[in-house]
């Protein structure tokens, strides 16, 4: 099947930083990608979904400053958690798609982000 | 009320043991559907589609009742391998809006 990657696998940063989640898609053009966070023990939770070359679509209460996301290229998308605080800390997971649903989409790894 | 509403459980089974998850939607114009699975602190990973005929994939099967707006997976013969989170997901707007369900914490016994 095919391969999404995703890094760092796992983060910590202090309070007030930025950090950056890269998305790839190793075997495909990922014309669609979806940043989800999970939190614990609850469902994933759909950030934005941002397509090649145009600017990403966020879903409510997804403050589009703080998380800025980028998709530069069919294989590559970044999500910046800008000035972090403790209550970023999560499970970030993005997925790719060759079409612009996110059915059949391909996960990544997922980032744990921890804030301190 | 969340679009998507499984029971958290945790359902803890002895191997070898049959159990069934349920999943219910609320909005009608929902239009396929899936199970996935995830481990603990790992991506969640498609476990298979729902159809409203019902389909099987070794020891699971899947059901999808579009009048009552309920989803099942029925695992047969559990193994300790399958304890995981079962998560429902429901896909609509032509797919453009995934929905993913709570999840359903499983723990099979030896």
């Known amino acids: 099947g095919a391969v999404v990657s995703q890094h760092p696998s796992r983060v910590i940063c202090k309070s007030g930083t930025s950090v950056k989640i890269e998305c790839r898609s190793l075997d495909f053009q990922a014309t669609t990608m979806f940043w989800y966070r999970q939190f614990p023990k609850q469902s994933l939770m759909l950030m934005a979904t941002s397509n090649e070359g145009s600017k990403a679509t966020y879903e409510q209460g997804v403050e589009k400053d703080k998380f800025l996301i980028n998709h530069a290229s069919l294989t590559l998308s970044t999500l910046t958690v800008t000035s972090a605080h403790p209550e970023d800390s999560s499970f970030y997971i993005c997925?790719?798609?060759?079409?612009?649903?996110?059915?059949?989409?391909?996960f990544g790894q997922g980032t744990r982000l921890t804030v301190v | 009320r969340k679009e998507v509403e499984q029971d958290p459980g945790p359902f803890n089974v002895p191997e070898g043991a049959t159990v069934a998850f349920n999943c219910t939607y609320s909005n009608s114009a929902s239009q396929s559907f899936f199970w996935y699975r995830q481990d603990c602190r790992k991506e969640p990973k498609l476990l298979m589609s729902v159809y409203s005929s019902g389909n099987e994939d070794g020891r699971f099967t899947a059901q999808l009742n579009r009048a009552s707006q309920y989803i099942s997976l029925l695992i047969r013969d559990s193994k300790l391998s399958d304890s995981a989170t079962y998560l429902c997901?429901?896909?609509?707007?032509?797919?453009?809006?995934?929905?993913f369900g709570a999840g359903t914490r499983l723990f099979v016994k030896a």
């Open positions: 997925s790719a798609a060759q079409g612009g649903t996110g059915v059949n989409a391909f």
């Open positions: 997901v429901v896909n609509r707007d032509g797919g453009f809006k995934t929905i």
